[in-house]
Structure formats: C-alpha cells, structure tokens
C-alpha cells in the first residue's frame, strides 16, 4: 500500500500529469505556494490480487482519534510488534505542520493554527480537533478551533478577531475555497496571506476522483516520463477508472454491475453508488453531474464479536501520509455499499502488524 501510494506521489511530481489534472480544476486551484498538504490519505480495498487504491483524500479525518485508539489496544495486545507510529505520531504531527510552514515560509514554524471548519463544534469528529489542539499546545503553539465566519483577512494577513494566524490546518470540504462564505480563507490562500494545508491546489493534484482515470493510465504516465517501476505498481494499484460522460454512456450502463460511480469531489461516501444498484433515474442524475465510474474492487471481510455475536464486516484500509512518508495506518469496518460511521461495531479500527 505504501509504494501505491509513493508511486502516486512520484506520478504528481511530473510535469505533464500536473498539466493534465490542472485542466479541470478549479481556479483558485492553479496557486501553488509549496506545502505539500497535511494528512493526506490512501484507501484501500483488500482485493485478492492485493490491495487496490480507492480513492485519496487531502484532509483524511480520524488521525488523532486513531493514533489514541492504536495506543489503547496495543496495551492490550503483547503478541503484536508496537508500530513506530504510536511512538512517533506527535512528534510526526508537530513536523509535519513545522514543514508545511518552512515548505512556504522558508524557516521558523507557526506561533499560531487555525484548525478550521463548518460550524465545527457539529461535526462528528470534534473530538479530534480538540485533541489535534491539545497536542499543538503542549508543544508551544498556539491552536484555536475555527469556524470560517471567525476569520477575516485584512492588511494582507489572516485574523481572528485580533489574533493574527499564522496557518490554518484545512478541514473544509469546500476543496477549492470557492464558497461565498469563505471568502476570508480564500483571499488568504491566493495572496499568500496565511499557510494553508491542505489547500486546492493539493486536493487538485491528488484527491479529484479524475485523476484516478490518469493514475490507471500506465501507457500516458511512461510517456509522461514516470518510471517504469511506478507505473507497474500503479497498474496493479489503481482500479481501471473512467470519466463518466454522455458518449460512454450506453457503454457504462452496460457494464454498471462490475462498476462504482463516484463524484469527481465527492467526500465521505456521499453521492457513491454500487452499480449493481443503480436505477435509471439515479444513472440520469449521474450524467447530469460530475462523476466518475471505477471498476468495483469487493472489500476485504473481518469476523468481529457484536454484542456476544460473531458477525462479518466489510473491511478497507487508510494510509495517513506526509511526503510519502507513513504517518499512521488505521482500518475502518462497516456494513453496507460504503463506509460508514452507523454500523453497530464498526467504525475506526486499529492495524495491527504481526511478527
């Protein structure tokens, strides 16, 4: 999964991949002031030729929650290998952020972050914004939990009322800042009046579900000069996807049961279908919109004891990422055609490695 991933980042290091996925993005999305983007991550399915990249996101919920989660059941667990990520992951985090700033600002770190979000004391995972701002407090840095209606931007630099931010830590779904009422963020991010991470410009270069139509490319990415190496674990990595469009059409119908749709700027499962279960009508509102159509990869299965009975949940599997490097890996059991947070049992899980 990992070299999946790295060669994912080797792939938007090139040149002409960047020009390509660059052409749907939005505007706001050509700037590119160098951080690399916070907590990125991989999904994964556990297929029977091996694991199969879902999808990749710029601002993968649960880490905070899942290194606390991983800690808890290792104590537990003597006869697994302690992963080095629950011994690394704060000082990770801290560096992380410590990079996205100097990746922008050349030296130093923030004194001040932004952990920014719709109406974020509603959002499911608040719990981890405030254990995200415990940890940059117990390291010196100063962490406020953010609406954007909190934020103004005035003399070239980011406030809250009069608190001068230093660099938001991104959790909008809004991935091109283009909404009205984040206006403030959106003016910071194209002057270059705070750090942002992650930002448009890194969900443009990984996350829009488009780009997994080029990543499945592997004759486009060997003439775009992605080593042969790379392209072989992206062939077998990366799920055959194509951009859903009124001329592949008829053909998508016909095939629908072996695919999934998905939103090219989906998040969170929403507005995915399972083929197999599409009606007309809905089909018709997916050629009306932006989609994109993979084939389906079965999740993997685990046995899980609910309520004094055994039971089977689906399984997949999320790298939590910087520059390629593994911050965490962390499970996710559900019920159902995608993930979810309503299944009894399910939910978050620990990776366990076993020697």
Known sequence: MLAI??????????SDYRRRVLSWAPLTAQ????????????????????????EVNTNAGGAFLNAALARAQLDCCDDYP???????????????????????????????????????????????????????????????????????????????????IDLVYNRLVDFGLEAPEHAALRSAWLDDGAVITPNPFTHALFADKRNLAALADRSSLLDWGLAPEHADVLQRGVPRTVVVKASNADDLWQQRRRLFF??????????????????????????????????YVPPSERLVLIDGEREMLKVDVRLYTYRGALLLAAARLYRGQTTNFRTPGGGFAPVLLKG
């Open 5 to 14: 991933a790295r060669a994912v980042e080797a792939a938007a290091a090139l």
């Open 31 to 54: 700037h590119d002031p160098g951080p690399a983007g916070a907590f990125m991550g991989y999904d994964f399915h556990l297929g029977e030729e091996g694991p199969r990249l879902i």
């Open 82 to 164: 302690r992963p080095t990520w629950t011994e690394d992951f704060e000082a990770a985090v801290i560096a992380q952020f410590t990079s996205e700033w100097c990746a922008q600002r050349g030296s130093g770190r923030p004194d001040s972050i932004a952990i920014v979000d719709d109406q974020p004391t509603d959002q499911y995972l608040y719990p981890e914004f405030r254990l995200a701002q415990q940890l940059m407090h117990s390291n010196g840095i100063d962490t406020m939990i953010l609406s954007p209606s909190d934020l103004k931007y005035k003399e070239h630099a980011l406030y809250a009322g009069d608190k001068r």
């Open 262 to 295: 998905k939103p090219v700027a989906g998040h969170g499962s929403k507005g995915a279908y399972r083929g197999s279960k599409l009606t007309k009508s809905t089909f018709a509102r997916i050629l009306d919109s932006d989609y994109v159509a993979q084939d």
